[in-house]
DNA sequence: AACGGCTTTGCATACGTATGAAAGGCGAAG
DNA sequence: CTTCGCCTTTCATACGTATGCAAAGCCGTT
């Protein structure tokens, strides 16, 4: 606390001009001559002078800062998301508010008006449900919210996914082509849309193949919990185990991969084929070499702050839901090991 | 924007009060009577009225936000770090503002002005180092500063570390007591005091028991480059290679291992041990199972809130620096295969 | 009924900036 | 030399809140 805050008075009286000078100068799509620039511009760096962003945005109501509300980083998609979605709004000049969420509903409500009290600009929702009555305060408050990697019910809300359906269904098929018979399927969260909407795909999928489900349970987008299903799905007679698992997402994927691996002896893709939702890095690590279907974050990202940032800039045109399609990358944890 | 903002004006006419007594209501450790407290939570319910976050900084001079500056979120060691500061700082009425820099010392420069530019009451820098000049300005301006993870010259500046260099030395000594005889380091980024301190630590562990380095090359912290680091340490004829390799962080010893088993066809531990430093999750799992020094995350980063707290509670006391003590954790990539 | 102490309330101002309106400056055209 | 118009600059005010100070209210005591 040894020095004082250096205001945009201080800069004025030593440059011996007006407050308000200083205040065009450092306000982009203002002009003042060029004499008077470096009149500032000099007592400024003297002192050590930049504008304070927050009585900025009292005056302007723009604080320039995104609010990110986020549950849980323990899946490898979204640190990638958080470092990429920062990155690019800093070079847009906006700045990332973090917010980490648990699932529960109702911390949701808390945290989003934790969120609206700093009077962020706008809102990513990365990995929590909100419900229609905060996402209408919001929309009441004028700050626009972006639905990252999930989709709700309410129209209102913008959302930017990938084609977790068409995965699915992609994914079906490359299990059936490569001459799976018995696939069954590891869920996540169930009430993640993301869980919801791959599975649905891939019972399309299967049903386009001819084949059904051959059996299910749920892991909730945990390794811990993942494992568990596992070890469930495959305690059955050596005949009746299925001979192919999709995992929702490639996180609980490598935990299946690791009880079949380690705790069963069984081969991969050998016995099972193992496929798994996202692309996270460790996917295409070899001691995974994980089939899946690429999320494109960057492409995601971008999808993101380009409707944040239109809708920021005023653009009151309706909800803006974005569906990025998704790759299939098939890797060794399902190379045809069964040929027909 | 269909609604405006409300103000504490708006409730105090509502409620019929001043402005003033909405303020106090809203201010822990004031009073107001219990009568005026029911009307203006009354009003303040009706209206959904809440404090604006930014306006209150403005006069009190504290905005409750925190800035953290992360380099790489791709060694999962700090996914981690981010949830769990967040999580706590939270619970404290705090927020975190992220900033992603890239290693580049100049870029920190910048970043840490923009973060000066949103008033935050403390910053906690984590993967990226510092200039002592700027580490003055932050001082200057009364903003408290601790380095995560990493230290630094500059005698001012508060830090919390793990004890790199005894981890060092533990692995050093572990993998001599296991009768390996031909043990290398692959380092991290050079400029990292982490990677300074574990190679030093290492390098003396070694010494301990009678050993030299038998090699060395660098990985910069990534993946791809430890994988390339590898690569050349292992080009060598069967009886000049490494039976044992030290990789300076888990993010890089998965590589390492990745390119053992599948490249080389080389057993871990049999042919070589791998141990790393962090244990982060992926090093529990089973494909892994890596030896490693545990870093408490937790440990580390309530340290770091404590000595932030407590310096933007006006302690002036000198800087704290904290090291604690890591722990080995001997996993199924180091088991003695070569009994002496 | 008057007084003293304590709590509650309102008034006024301050925080650091942006911005509309008004005033000033300067050159060109007449 | 005057007048007009444009570009700069200053003045004044506003943003939404917290807080010192003085006024007002309350309650028990003498």
Redesign the pocket.
């Known amino acids: 606390m040894v020095s004082e805050?250096v205001?945009?008075?201080d800069v004025a009286r030593l440059a011996?001009?007006?407050?308000?000078?200083v205040?065009?100068f450092?306000?982009p799509g203002?002009?003042?001559?060029k004499?008077?620039a470096e009149k500032i511009k000099a007592a400024a760096d003297e002192l050590g002078?930049?504008?304070?962003v927050l009585?900025?945005s009292?005056?302007?109501g723009k604080s320039r800062i995104i609010g990110l509300v986020v549950a849980y980083l323990e899946n490898y998609f979204y640190p990638d998301v958080v470092e990429r979605l920062s990155r690019l709004l800093q070079d847009k000049g906006y700045h990332v508010l973090v917010f980490i969420s648990s699932l529960a509903a109702d911390k949701v409500e808390e945290i989003t008006q934790e969120i609206l009290d700093y009077q962020v600009d706008g809102i990513v929702l990365a990995s929590a449900n909100m419900s229609s009555e905060l996402a209408a305060r919001c929309h009441a408050s004028g700050v626009p919210i972006v639905l990252f990697n999930r989709l709700q019910d309410d129209e209102k809300l913008s959302a930017v996914t990938s084609d977790n359906r068409g995965g699915g269904r992609m994914l079906a098929l490359h299990l059936a082509e490569t001459g799976r018979r018995r696939i069954a399927y590891i869920a996540g969260f169930e009430g993640a849309s993301t869980q919801r909407d791959r599975e649905r795909g891939f019972r399309e999928g299967l049903d386009e193949a001819g084949q059904a489900l051959f059996a299910r349970d749920v892991g909730n987008f945990r390794y811990e919990e993942a494992q568990a299903a596992a070890r469930r799905l495959f305690a059955a007679p050596e005949a009746e185990r299925p001979d192919a698992v999709f995992v929702c997402n490639d996180h609980m994927a490598f935990a299946v991969m690791d009880v079949l691996r380690f705790e069963l002896n069984l081969t991969i893709p050998g016995d099972v084929a193992v496929v798994g939702f996202d692309d996270v890095p460790p996917a295409r690590w070899p001691s995974y070499n994980l089939t899946t279907i690429r999320q494109s974050v960057d492409d995601m990202v971008a999808e993101t702050v380009a409707t944040l940032l239109s809708a920021i800039e005023g653009d009151v045109s309706p909800a803006r839901r974005v569906c990025l399609p998704g790759a299939l990358v098939v890797r060794g944890s399902s190379q045809p090991a069964k040929p027909i």
């Not at 011996?16 to 000078?21: P, T, Y």
């Not at 002078?49 to 304070?52: D, K, Q, S």
């Open positions: 805050k205001t945009s008075n011996g001009v007006s407050q308000s000078a205040s065009r450092f306000t203002t002009s003042v001559s004499r008077t002078y930049r504008p304070n009585a900025r009292l005056i302007t």
